[in-house]
């Protein structure tokens, strides 16, 4: 330890305590500084959850909420006081992770990020946009990130859910499919052009800034369908260069 002079602050090699000098008395006292990785108490990360409520202005948190402006991770805080839930009720908080999700709302929700991604979604996609949905809904619905993935691609592989290219025809009683395709569709659309744009190749896996559309190539103003060979996948740029052409 090194001393410059009595007033001067003093400070160890290991940065645990420190010398501060009392405005009364030109001698230095001792204190301790907990490190930067020493384990947070009950106190701390309940502290942090309040400020995060506070910030968010509501009485109400989310895990993915937490993410986004917490100090800790949201398991750590999971594990000391056995579920996120009951974090909230110790920090005198409502749950708002108490969504009774269904199966095509979850599975939208990983459409999405993979859309937006344009490659497979991990567990930590979910804690940021677009995600709307935290990692608890799919833990207690499937168990595990892991299987929400694999069930969600045997939902969007189901080849009974196909259009029939027969279905939309002129006739007077006729049922057309609608403008938006479904979410199976969708992704049957992305993963057949490989989550890239059908002009210039554009990827958000390449190119984070790439936004990825699903779009008619005969325009549906102009009957064209909803179906599979109608459908293709356009980066944002190129389909407003198509929207500008067919003006």
């Given at each position: 330890m090194e001393?410059?002079?009595?007033?001067?602050?003093?400070?160890s090699q290991n940065h645990e305590t420190k010398t501060t000098v009392?405005?009364?008395?030109?001698?230095?006292?001792?204190e301790y500084v907990n490190p930067k990785n020493s384990p947070k108490s009950d106190e701390d990360l309940l502290s942090d959850i309040t400020r995060v409520s506070k910030v968010a202005g509501s009485n109400t948190l989310t895990q993915k909420m937490y993410s986004i402006n917490g100090s800790y991770d949201v398991s750590t805080i999971a594990?000391?006081?056995?579920s996120w839930n009951k974090a909230l009720e110790?920090?005198?908080?409502?749950?708002g992770n108490i969504n009774n999700y269904t199966d095509e709302e979850l599975f939208e929700n990983i459409l999405n990020i993979w859309q937006y991604k344009g490659k497979q979604p991990?567990?930590?996609d979910l804690a940021f946009p677009p995600s709307k949905i935290s990692q608890s809904p799919y833990n207690r619905r499937f168990h595990s990130w892991i299987t929400a993935i694999k069930e969600f691609v045997n939902?969007?592989?189901d080849k009974n859910i196909e259009v029939d290219k027969n279905d939309c025809v002129n006739g007077a009683n006729?049922?057309?499919p609608g403008r938006d395709p479904s979410l199976r569709?969708?992704?049957?659309?992305?993963?057949?052009?490989?989550?890239?744009?059908?002009?210039c190749g554009a990827s958000p896996a390449k190119d984070p800034s790439v936004s990825l559309h699903i779009d008619h190539i005969i325009p549906w103003s102009k009957g064209g369908r909803t179906t599979l060979d109608n459908l293709q996948t356009l980066c944002s740029k190129c389909n407003l260069g198509k929207s500008n052409q067919a003006d």
């Open positions: 001393k410059k002079n009595d007033n001067v602050l003093e400070h009392r405005s009364d008395s030109p001698k230095a006292y001792f594990r000391r006081f056995g110790k920090a005198g908080l409502k749950s991990v567990r930590k939902y969007a592989n006729m049922k057309c569709l969708r992704y049957q659309v992305l993963k057949r052009d490989n989550f890239s744009c059908c002009q």
